[in-house]
């Protein structure tokens, strides 16, 4: 059977071109000084050689000292030592080997190459270098073809811009991209790092495409999504699909189905049924905790130093008593007394767009509401200004504050926060290449000339075994460990103190967050709604905007704005301005207890109300009820300046009218639709959130006139309306005398 041309070629005997001297050893055994052979195309020259043939007619060709292949392509293979099968082109080169493809450049002490099929294999380490990306691995399989090149075992890629750290990598040195098949940390110079178990990257143009087990890691931030796509040169990533956004240092947690990061501004933009987490503590672990009086904090600044340090003797004292003598001992060694674990409760919230980014707390503008638990000036009748605009409270109508999404000016600043995981491919490098040679490897250039002015190959090979060896190389756990351990974090108690009154260096930094359209907010004892919120972290104040509603318990509270304030991790303050009116239902019927007035102000101690404040012509519309026949008997209306009701363990103790009171009291019989609801009057229990789930599945229903047909939702339930009107049973001849004169 004839042969094809390729057979004919592969099959063609190795030709002598020249030498220097040749001397026949045997009829098979030729030896030669400074021969120079061709095959196939291939040139083959060295100091000398053996061509021979074994008993079967194979021919083999040995060379030593300054071997040289040159191929048709332009590829050079250089080597200390070569044995060649000339029938099968298989070439095996030892000592100093370096193949010259191009740009790239291999470099190992033993290398096998096919020139037949131009594949190159080495197995006792080696490096390639590649238009400034070097690649080092134990083992590796290079396709001259396609420029691909395939790594394994303890692979290590540097580049001017990121170190990567993997087990099973494919580079191909044309398009510069590198493809992982297992764990692989990428390491940025400013120590970010991008973790993925299958995904590419490009040396190139540092952009980074992963699509398994990924996550970005950034200081105290850190980027998870089923999909992500990160631009190193840009400075953001974008990830797709459960996508989870952490800062530790800010206790921000976020979570949603696509997240847009900025690194400039430390951002995250999230959409797709985004959720943001807030921890809030329930109750009281520490004195320094509890809210208090105006008046109870004069008493503490009256006390001398002495009998502040004897209260604090006694209260160590009785927290040592609980505990076990050793335990005493130990602490009472350290000077600490135990605290209890502080009862915490989430707050969720979500809407069509989150968006939060880090400024200069120079730059936020903390709200002056100028709240006073002691109630402050009564308000006039006339319209007061309170300040919502841009330029006192830092928001726009739209609820976005001053700081818009594309604020410029901040990108190139960086907290000073140190990073998270450890900075290995950096430092072990840059030891690595300190213990072999003053002289350090310029990765840019090409190994060529580093080995003939700089190291020799043996010596790259060393240094390369001892920067593998000393690197750490993710198992594929490390990822979901750091990923967990923020969690937890962000999930603990804040013990930081946040004071928008203290005093802050001018690169002091702070989170800011904004929620766009169909804001839905839900804790278990507390759910709102509106159209935006802004949030600021240096007075933890929401700003609810766009018919803010909230519901607490069977309360339903409204404004055109409402503020709500956290300090110490546990709810302070709420101000409802322009139109505020708190609504809940009277048993299983249709009528409605109502508090209205211009401005409603909520004081909490332990996130419960300690004392409301209503304020600018002042309503109180009170259905009173016979518990024992569970029927409505009559109506109490209540007019004045100001409404004060304070409360003590969920319990009204005082209710007061002051300046222009106007107080009637209606039989049921005469109550009729013109007066049993206040002007302004809204009833929205189907916009409530139900739960985290319906938080995220159900939005707020177009506005609709209210249903007088409509069943209250959580009938029964104690509320503070509830409070009032047993308040005013009590005490129905004392609140129905003569207006007083002055506040109290």
Do not use: C
Request: proline share 4%; glycine share 6%; aromatic share 8%.
């Amino acid at each position: 059977m004839p042969q094809n041309p390729a057979q004919q070629q592969n099959n063609q005997p190795i030709k002598l071109i020249s030498s220097v001297y040749t001397k026949i050893l045997n009829q098979n055994t030729f030896s030669s000084l400074s021969p120079l052979y061709e095959h196939n195309g291939n040139t083959l020259k060295a100091d000398s050689g053996v061509l021979y043939e074994d008993d079967i007619k194979r021919q083999f060709f040995e060379a030593f000292g300054n071997v040289v292949i040159t191929q048709p392509s332009g590829t050079v293979i250089y080597a200390e030592r070569l044995h060649y099968d000339v029938t099968t082109q298989h070439a095996i080169l030892t000592r100093n080997v370096r193949m010259v493809d191009g740009p790239s450049v291999l470099t190992t002490n033993y290398l096998t190459y096919n020139m037949r099929s131009k594949t190159g294999t080495y197995t006792g380490g080696g490096r390639i270098i590649s238009k400034g990306d070097t690649i080092t691995s134990k083992n590796a399989y290079y396709f001259e073809l396609t420029k691909d090149a395939y790594f394994r075992n303890q692979v290590v890629v540097r580049t001017p811009d990121v170190k990567i750290f993997t087990d099973t990598m494919r580079y191909n040195s044309l398009e510069r991209v590198t493809y992982f098949f297992g764990p692989t940390n990428i390491k940025g110079n400013n120590g970010e790092n991008l973790y993925t178990e299958l995904g590419n990257y490009n040396t190139g143009t540092d952009v980074a495409k992963f699509s398994k087990n990924n996550l970005y890691t950034e200081g105290s931030k850190f980027l998870k999504g089923d999909s992500l796509y990160y631009e190193r040169n840009g400075g953001f990533g974008e990830a797709f699909r459960n996508v989870v956004f952490i800062d530790t240092l800010d206790k921000f947690y976020a979570n949603g189905g696509y997240g847009l990061y900025k690194q400039g501004e430390e951002s995250i933009l999230m959409t797709d049924k985004p959720l943001i987490t807030y921890v809030i503590v329930q109750d009281d672990t520490t004195q320094n905790n509890v809210a208090q009086d105006s008046v109870a904090l004069d008493e503490e600044k009256t006390l001398s130093r002495r009998e502040k340090r004897r209260l604090e003797k006694e209260a160590e004292v009785e927290n040592q008593a609980d505990l076990s003598d050793s335990t005493a001992t130990e602490i009472k060694a350290i000077g600490i007394a135990p605290q209890p674990e502080p009862k915490i409760d989430s707050v969720y919230m979500t809407a069509d767009t989150l968006f939060s980014k880090v400024i200069l707390v120079k730059d936020y503008k903390p709200l002056d509401l100028k709240l006073n638990r002691d109630g402050g000036e009564i308000l006039d009748e006339t319209d007061i200004d309170y300040g919502d605009d841009e330029d006192e409270f830092g928001v726009d109508s739209l609820g976005r504050g001053s700081l818009e999404l594309d604020s410029l000016g901040l990108g190139d600043i960086q907290r000073g926060t140190d990073s998270l995981e450890t900075k290995v491919g950096q430092e072990l490098v840059k030891k690595a290449e300190e213990k072999i040679d003053s002289t350090k490897i310029k990765t840019a250039k090409p190994i060529v000339a580093a080995a003939k002015k700089e190291l020799t190959v043996e010596q790259t090979v060393k240094a390369d075994s001892l920067l593998r060896n000393n690197a750490e190389f993710p198992s594929g756990l490390e990822a979901d460990s750091l990923l967990s351990k923020a969690i937890t974090s962000v999930q603990l108690p804040d013990t930081t103190i946040k004071d928008s009154t203290i005093a802050y260096s001018d690169t002091a930094r702070t989170r800011i967050v904004n929620a766009y359209y169909n804001v839905r907010l839900f804790k278990s004892d507390l759910q709102a709604v509106a159209d935006s919120v802004y949030y600021g972290m240096v007075d933890s104040m929401f700003r609810f905007m766009g018919k803010p509603m909230i519901w607490a318990e069977g309360s339903q509270i409204s404004a055109d704005t409402l503020f709500l304030q956290i300090k110490n991790q546990k709810l302070d303050n709420a101000l409802l301005k322009d139109n505020a009116f708190m609504v809940n239902v009277v048993l299983d019927t249709v009528k409605f207890n109502q508090l209205k007035g211009r401005k409603i102000t909520a004081f909490f101690t332990n996130n419960n109300v300690d004392r409301i404040y209503v304020d600018g012509n002042a309503e109180n519309l009170i259905f009173t009820s016979n518990d024992s026949l569970n029927i409505i008997n009559e109506m109490f209306h209540d007019r004045s300046s100001r409404i004060k009701i304070k409360m003590e363990n969920k319990e009204i103790i005082d209710y007061v009218s002051a300046k222009k009171v106007d107080q009637k009291v209606y039989p049921f019989k005469l109550v009729s639709a013109e007066n049993e609801i206040l002007p302004g009057f809204i009833w929205r229990p189907q916009d409530r959130p139900k739960s985290k789930e319906d938080l995220l599945n159900r939005k707020r229903e177009v506005s609709t006139p209210v249903d007088p047909n409509e069943k209250p939702e959580n009938p029964g339930k104690r509320t503070v309306q509830d409070e009032v009107i047993d308040k005013i049973l009590e005490n129905k001849d004392k609140i129905l005398a003569p207006p007083l004169k002055k506040a109290e």
